[in-house]
């Protein structure tokens, strides 16, 4: 059955971002289709992914609520080779596996896979990601398609499945597991952000 959330879902654009509040965009759109959730959570999408939210659910259009951040062009994350540890966190923070690398090698981005959800900045112990605007003057739906978003939302489901099959049988539950997975990321930013300033900042050691 083609259900509300299912439309919603349909009309997201598969980044995972979780800057709506939710763990990804199944999450929101379940809790739109419930009335705990606001259709104008969803930076990524702009204002023209509001009016398609709204056409589902029969609201009004509104702005996006600044709370959950500001329409703008989407990025691409970029990983500084010199400074990259190969500590493999912001493996398993892409949703999409937009990176690639193995223990203690440098990483890299395909571009074509990255949402430029920011996941993995967060992550990173010694700051060596950033974003750069992958669609200067484009913003929102204008800067992503639908053949992208259907992409990002099979990556996305392919990383699911890797993760539950990489758990041990005793695990929690996934859903859980990867929402405390999200707080977490979320927590350790500012902390992690300084360490790797305070390293750089940091004079040479006498020699």
């Known amino acids: 059955m083609n259900t509300l959330a299912d439309r919603l879902l349909d009309a997201l654009p598969q980044t995972q971002c979780t800057r709506c509040g939710w763990p990804d965009c199944a999450g929101y759109a379940q809790a739109i289709a419930r009335g705990e959730a606001g259709i104008d959570q969803c930076p990524p999408g702009g204002e023209e992914g ?10 009004a259009p509104r702005p996006l609520d600044p709370a959950f951040g500001t329409e703008g062009p989407r990025s691409l994350a970029v990983i ?4 990259c540890i190969g500590c493999t966190k912001c493996l398993d923070a892409c949703p999409t596996d937009a990176i690639v690398g193995i223990h203690k090698r440098m990483h890299t981005v395909v571009e074509a896979h990255c949402t430029g959800c920011e996941l993995c900045i967060p992550v990173c112990p010694v700051d060596c990601i950033g974003l750069e605007p992958a669609t200067p003057g484009r913003t929102g ?3 992503w398609s639908a053949a992208q978003a ?3 939302r099979t990556r996305y489901a392919a990383h699911r499945a890797r993760r539950r099959l990489d758990l041990p049988d005793d695990a929690p539950d996934a859903a859980a597991g990867e ?3 999200q707080a977490r990321k979320r927590s350790v930013v500012e902390a992690a952000l300084a360490r790797a300033r305070a390293a750089r900042a940091a004079p040479p050691p006498a020699r």
């Open 50 to 59: 509001v009016r398609r939210l709204a056409a589902l659910t029969g609201q």
């Open 80 to 83: 500084d080779e010199a400074w």
């Open 141 to 143: 739906w204008a800067a």
């Open 150 to 152: 259907q992409e990002a």
């Open 179 to 181: 929402a405390d997975a």
